[in-house]
């Protein structure tokens, strides 16, 4: 067995556990900064999600690696094929930060979230609306086919029935004309 000194165990930890996640998170997220008053929140983001990201393309490397090697791959530390193939991850991934501006001292211009639509402020409560509309309808349609038997009663509940259909016409005549408009 091949002897393995500190430097070269906290190198190769750190290549399969670190650098490579946090080259992609850097070149998927150039914005984020881990200082101000968001800094802890930052600093759990990016470690988490570095962390998770350098298992994810270790078992991907290696399935890859796995796959392609005619004999089959064995990760030895004086064979360090999966190694190499993780640090191209991450110098691809830091290059790919660079370019976005992921390393400047100023974080890069995010360009702001799209405006709401036309009528987008109040949609659920639209459709919270719609849905209680439907079932009083729904209710009320019950309530005619089980009171057959009693005039007054039917004529009371096909005007209820009516007020509601008409309400919920409305909703939706007004809605849709929000999000033509």
Same mark, same amino acid.
């Given at each position: 067995?091949?002897?393995?000194?500190?430097? +070269?165990?906290?190198?190769?930890?750190?290549?399969?556990?670190?650098?490579?996640?946090?080259?992609?998170?850097?070149?998927?997220?150039? +914005?984020?900064?881990?200082?101000?008053?968001?800094?802890?929140? *930052?600093?759990?983001?990016?470690?988490?999600?570095?962390?998770?990201?350098?298992?994810?393309?270790?078992?991907?490397?290696?399935?890859?690696?796995?796959?392609?090697?005619?004999?089959?791959?064995?990760?030895?530390?004086?064979?360090?094929?999966?190694?190499?193939?993780?640090?191209?991850?991450?110098?691809?991934?830091?290059?790919?930060?660079?370019? *976005?501006?992921?390393?400047?001292?100023? #974080? #890069?211009?995010?360009?702001?979230?799209?405006?709401?639509?036309? $009528?987008?402020?109040?949609?659920?409560?639209?459709?919270?609306?719609?849905?209680?509309? $439907?079932?009083?309808? *729904?209710?009320?349609?019950?309530?005619?086919?089980?009171?057959?038997?009693? #005039?007054?009663?039917?004529?009371?509940?096909?005007? +209820?029935?009516?007020?509601? *259909?008409?309400?919920? +016409?409305?909703?939706?005549?007004?809605?849709?004309?929000?999000?033509?408009?």
């Amino acid at each position: 067995m091949v002897g393995v000194d500190l430097p +070269e165990a906290i190198a190769g930890v750190l290549l399969v556990f670190v650098v490579p996640g946090y080259t992609l998170t850097k070149a998927l997220f150039p +914005e984020w900064r881990i200082r101000g008053p968001e800094a802890p929140l *930052r600093l759990v983001e990016t470690l988490t999600l570095s962390l998770v990201l350098s298992v994810v393309l270790t078992v991907l490397v290696g399935y890859v690696l796995l796959t392609a090697a005619p004999g089959g791959f064995q990760a030895y530390w004086n064979d360090p094929v999966l190694e190499a193939a993780l640090a191209g991850v991450a110098a691809v991934g830091f290059a790919a930060g660079w370019l *976005r501006g992921a390393y400047r001292r100023e #974080p #890069p211009v995010v360009a702001p979230p799209p405006a709401s639509g036309a $009528g987008e402020e109040d949609a659920w409560e639209v459709m919270r609306e719609l849905e209680r509309l $439907g079932r009083e309808e *729904r209710r009320l349609n019950h309530h005619l086919r089980t009171h057959r038997d009693d #005039p007054p009663e039917l004529a009371r509940l096909r005007q +209820e029935l009516d007020r509601v *259909r008409a309400l919920r +016409e409305q909703l939706q005549e007004r809605r849709e004309g929000e999000y033509a408009a």
